[in-house]
């Protein structure tokens, strides 16, 4: 097992699909509002991204985050991205961080700050990265990885596993099994 984060590396949490999004109202680091599940949705798809700063796993596939949103995101999916760390014991992950990093890598999507981490609970979050795609009715329809690239593996990001799940839903197909579960550092709940 891999130590990146200073601890052994966490999976996606496996629950059923079919769950309807929660709503929340948290603050975009990058537009500075607060902004809700109704103003961010997408037409066909949303993909919530719980991310961080800090993570390797998460600094591994950044540019892929930025090449996936940009090439979806004309296509009605929307891409939120979510840091729920507890940033009392990782600065590195406050929202003014937070909203440098959105910057330096030209985010196209809202970097949203779950300060009190209610957010991340309501979504089954465990890692960073971890993903959930909501289909048109906001009813999660996939969790699970990026791609099979790690920090450690010799593989490039691709967004492949999303990719082939954004393709599905555009063209009204089934979703490509199995959904392999994304494996990160753990988010950092507060004590």
Not at 144 to 160: E, F, K, T, V, Y
Request: net charge negative.
């Amino acid at each position: 097992m891999r130590y990146l984060c200073g601890m052994a590396a966490t999976e996606t949490i496996l629950i059923p699909l079919g769950f309807h999004a929660p709503d929340f109202s948290l603050y975009d680091v990058v537009s500075r509002e607060t902004r809700s599940l109704a103003d961010l949705r997408g037409k066909h798809a949303t993909v919530f991204m719980f991310i961080c700063n800090h993570c390797p796993f998460v600094k591994h596939i950044n540019a892929e985050l930025v090449r996936l949103a940009n090439d979806y995101s004309p296509q009605g999916i929307a891409f939120i991205a979510i840091s729920s760390n507890d940033v009392e014991k990782y600065p590195q992950d406050s929202p003014e961080q937070m909203a440098a990093l959105a910057e330096t890598l030209a985010y196209p999507f809202p970097y949203l700050y779950d300060e009190t981490q209610d957010i991340a609970r309501a979504y089954f979050a465990a890692c960073t990265p971890d993903f959930s795609i909501f289909d048109a009715d906001l009813r999660c329809v996939y969790r699970g990885q990026l791609d099979a690239s790690r920090p450690s593996n010799q593989i490039a990001p691709s967004g492949s596993d999303i990719r082939a799940a954004l393709d599905a839903i555009l063209q009204q197909k089934p979703i490509p099994e199995p959904q392999r579960p994304s494996i990160g550092c753990n988010i950092k709940w507060r004590n």
